[in-house]
């Protein structure tokens, strides 16, 4: 199939321990949710992560939402897992979570 | 929010979850579109259905409930899902 087949997002969400599906590119996001994970990742120091511009892709930007089960964007994944959006990202960086989770990963924030 | 957009949100959340509290607020303005323009918006949900969910399954509960909107003309949702018990001792999001 197309880039939004069920393969080809698989194959994009597990190529990199950190990834990251959003509208606009982490130097130029185009909206303040997917603005707000890139700065979320800054903060913690994770400069080097795949993320994918889903306005350039209609087929992905419907085709990740598929595969989530997850109707909005931006979506994270890390270690090939579905993290969650925007607010669960900020909750997790909140809380101490993600600090766990990039350890995990091999990633010191 | 007081359009047309956030009046379904809000009477579709009140029938499926039955909040204690519920915000229902247009935030389209913050993401590049007019006022008014309903594609972005934010919800602060307090119900006693989220009482031992994580995170990940309160919201799916909220997409659910808004499956149709999402599915059309609502680009966007921040969504703040707590219990009444969490709500009540930190009423701030």
Known sequence: GG????????????AHPVVVFMKGSPAQPLCGFSNAVVQILRLHGVEDYNAHDVLQDPDLRQGIK????????PQVYLNGEFVGGCDILLQMHQNGDLVEELKKLGIRS | GSGPLA???RS?????LQPTHLEVLDESWRHGGPPGAESHLAVVVVSERFAGLAPLQRH???HA???AELAGPLHALAIVARTPQQWESDPHV
Not at chain 2, 12 to 16: D, E, I, P, T, V
């Open chain 2, 60 to 62: 799916r509960l909220v």
């Open chain 1, 66 to 73: 598929d595969y989530s089960n997850w109707p909005t964007i």
């Open chain 2, 65 to 67: 409930a808004l499956h």
């Open chain 2, 7 to 9: 009046s379904a949100v």
């Open chain 2, 12 to 16: 579709k959340l009140l029938a499926a």
């Open chain 1, 3 to 14: 880039s939004g087949s069920r393969e080809a997002v698989e194959r994009l969400v597990r």
